[in-house]
């Protein structure tokens, strides 16, 4: 019995000097102001044990957008350079595409024909870059890719311009015990492959948009085929429904840039208890990207509603981490 | 500085004291026997800092069918048991039933024309009792249900009819580290509400067969509506592709107990490295139920590969845990 009381007494001293070492600085790339201590009051409040908005650690769920909410999303969705780059790696299978839209306009970095094929263009050049390969095949795809592209105007690897103080963020929550998810409109497929080495976040929290997979035997081994077919898109309306479909429960912290986030902030905000949403808003053009565009009806709401809204050139130390 | 050591000296004390403690006896109510050594080897094996097969912790993926391998799936699987009543319920606003099939076999009890109407019959069934409502009020009539319906055989809650033995392997793999996840046919949102209180498995480690759902907007408040079209079917091929979709990783041991699992098995067995698969055969009339229908497949591939298999008669001391 003793033997036990002691195990438990070196414990809890050894997790008390744990988390006081977690508390010290929490945030350090964060400026003192507004949204700092509105996501710092957040944590605390749902982590007394004995307060009026104590939240069970079960129930300490945060869903993360991807895109412009973690990392950079301009000067287009890295999804998209990863696609155009990926039309010109098979061009060659393809002698068809010279002639045919929206591959020419690919092959040729014509941006705007591309964009003015609209929506029916996009999917097009997804499903001759993201199916007809195995799964495994296609995560090799992707890592290979991510390991030589390079942001066009920062001249870095895509996986080094993910915002330094939401990577705190992230590292702050779960130590206060959160399950962090990504819920982003981009493909699944697409980040899982790099996710947790570079958010901790482990493949079965991603949630994100995904196109049909099959099983099949090939020389008796068994893979799972990824077929041009949409399966779920996992934006605006979908969010809410695909945080439902993968986590099964409603966040009580939910964290976007843009209106394709704004149901998924609706949603998280719509539970019982003390809940959180926050907007990363796109204000420094020097250091990063100025632009309301995409995102003004959740900005209205934001402000409507309360949700704490990050201005980065205001509350953001740094943008990105230091270069390796 | 000497701080430091002394708290990772009390944290590795109290380490080894309490995986001491787990080690002892981690799975009381199985026999000693070929399954339980290979259960015990596989976990030794996995576990094994510097061993060969040693799986670091992110990676240690356990997926577990449910319908015969977590709980009694006779004289019929809960979920239809679970139908039927919801169509007697549901019977007064719907007198169009009385003269129509399957809905006047299942109000009847007959459940022979219930069967011969086939797939079809099932879908039907299924989708009336099933959609039409929110989520969250369909998880309030799935415990509403469980709170009173008791198995017809055994005359207990369903929730008490899960398997003592296969709950001490669930807490055994958690104490190794494996992170455990349901695979199931049946309905995901019909295994969600209680998964966490009777297995330890929350609702983000649940994956299953699937209606589409809609966000909606009612009076200001986001809700999201069950609708009566299939989403995914999680069974036999389907199997792998849920865990994919859910997962995003393949699992490095398998427990199933049917047909409806074999590609589960040949997916998670068919990775690199050690891995495990076990099928749970019915073979105890007289404690729970004795049946190989269903399981002829599975039982076949398992002797081929050396998989273990499970007598029930002969590998549990007990079935069910001890009334409360």
């Known amino acids: 019995m003793r033997r036990y009381l002691l195990i438990a007494m070196m414990l809890a001293a050894a997790l008390a000097l744990s ?3 977690a508390a010290a600085e929490p ?5 003192e102001g507004q949204a700092k201590r509105a996501i710092v009051d957040f944590v605390q409040r749902v982590t007394t044990t004995g307060g009026a908005d104590f939240v069970p650690v079960p129930e300490r769920i945060a869903v993360f957008d991807n895109d412009g909410t973690l990392w950079a999303e301009k000067p287009m969705y890295v999804q998209l350079a990863f696609a ?4 010109k790696a098979l061009a060659p299978e ?6 045919q839209q929206p591959f020419k306009a690919a092959l040729e970095g014509d941006l705007k024909t591309v964009a003015a094929g609209g929506e029916h263009a996009l999917l097009e050049l997804v499903m001759a870059t993201h199916a007809g390969m195995t799964t495994d095949a296609f995560a090799q795809v992707v890592e290979d890719w991510l390991a030589t592209a390079k942001h066009p105007r920062f001249n870095r690897p895509y996986t080094e311009l993910v915002y330094q103080p939401m990577l705190e963020l992230l590292a702050y929550l779960r130590s206060n015990d959160f399950k962090t998810f990504i819920v982003s409109g981009g493909g699944i497929e697409f980040m899982r492959p790099w996710a947790e080495a570079v958010y901790g976040i482990p493949p079965e929290q991603v949630v994100g948009s995904s196109i049909q997979t099959k099983f099949e035997m090939r020389d008796g081994e068994p893979v799972l085929v990824r077929l041009p077919m949409i399966d779920f898109i996992d934006d605006k309306e979908g969010k809410p429904v695909g945080i439902h479909a993968h986590i099964g429960r409603r966040p009580i912290a939910a964290f976007g ?8 902030l609706q949603w998280t905000t719509a539970g019982e208890g003390l809940r959180f949403a926050l907007l990363v808003h796109h204000t420094d053009a020097k250091r990063e990207f100025a632009y309301d565009k995409g995102a003004t009806s959740a900005l209205n709401e934001a402000e409507m509603k309360g949700w704490t809204v990050v201005d980065m050139k205001r509350d953001w130390k740094v943008i990105y981490p230091s270069a390796k």
Chains 1, 2 share one sequence.
């Open 257 to 264: 840039n843009s209106d394709g986030d704004l149901q998924m």
């Open 94 to 99: 393809h002698p068809e595409w010279q002639d």
């Open 27 to 31: 945030l350090p790339s964060w400026n």
């Open 19 to 21: 988390s006081l070492a």
């Open 84 to 87: 155009l780059d990926r039309v």
